[in-house]
T-cell receptor, first 113, second 111 residues
Framework: DQQVKQNSPSLSVQEGRISILNCDYTNSMFDYFLWYKKYPAEGPTFLISISSIKDKNEDGRFTVFLNKSAKHLSLHIVPSQPGDSAVYFCAASDKGGSEKLVFGKGTKLTVNP | DVKVTQSSRYLVKRTGEKVFLECVQDMDHENMFWYRQDPGLGLRLIYFSYDVKMKEKGDIPEGYSVSREKKERFSLILESASTNQTSMYLC??????????FGPGTRLTVT
């Protein structure tokens, strides 16, 4: 039973436009959410996170939005660059500081020049 | 900068061999994790450790074991490698909070 879902396996956008990657979760105990970026043959790198007490967090070109009532979060990349082409994983953790992160299956973003 | 290193980037083993994957972190992190990544399946947790000599099963522990004798080192052991264990193996560590730092991964092929 998937607790974190990324329903789009892939996304293709033009350079300079906005990329929107979506993530849904089912566990209402999740209180912290993270996005990781992964290039082929490399380990994932942390990108941005958001606590459940917020609905938005911004870091440069990257913004994460959280809609708790819908159990939905999204990552916006503006403007998209070819170097952003990678697989993006959404992850969640539950209350109490559990050591575990639950990852989605990932979305492969391709930014075309 | 946190550094997590893995002993091999690429490894080819035969079915039935015992395989050791090593992970070392240099930031005195308490928690360490082993994942495998497969296309279309994302990252799945195999085992994790929250202290030396302590370990807990993740979501897919079957066919694997782990060892943590020192704080900085966390080993994943495939007792008898099988072809369905061909995968990318990722080690991560964490001090506190939620963010985990990942190593570069080991691409294991079992033939």
């Amino acid at each position: 039973d998937q607790q974190v879902k990324q329903n789009s396996p892939s996304l293709s956008v033009q350079e300079g436009r906005i990329s929107i990657l979506n993530c849904d979760y089912t566990n209402s105990m999740f209180d912290y959410f993270l996005w990781y970026k992964k290039y082929p043959a490399e380990g994932p790198t942390f990108l941005i996170s958001i606590s459940s007490i917020k609905d938005k967090n911004e870091d440069g070109r990257f913004t994460v939005f959280l809609n708790k009532s819908a159990k939905h979060l999204s990552l916006h990349i503006v403007p998209s660059q070819p170097g952003d082409s990678a697989v993006y994983f959404c992850a969640a953790s539950d209350k109490g500081g559990s050591e575990k992160l639950v990852f989605g299956k990932g979305t492969k973003l391709t930014v075309n020049p | 900068d946190v550094k997590v290193t893995q002993s091999s980037r690429y490894l080819v083993k035969r079915t039935g061999e015992k395989v050791f994957l090593e992970c070392v972190q240099d930031m005195d992190h308490e928690n360490m994790f082993w994942y495998r990544q497969d296309p279309g399946l994302g990252l799945r947790l195999i085992y994790f450790s929250y202290d030396v000599k302590m370990k807990e099963k993740g979501d897919i522990p079957e066919g694997y074991s782990v060892s943590r004798e020192k704080k900085e080192r966390f080993s994943l052991i495939l007792e008898s490698a099988s072809t369905n264990q061909t995968s990318m193996y990722l080690c991560a560590s964490r001090l506190a909070g939620y963010e985990q730092y990942f190593g570069p991964g080991t691409r294991l092929t079992v033939t």
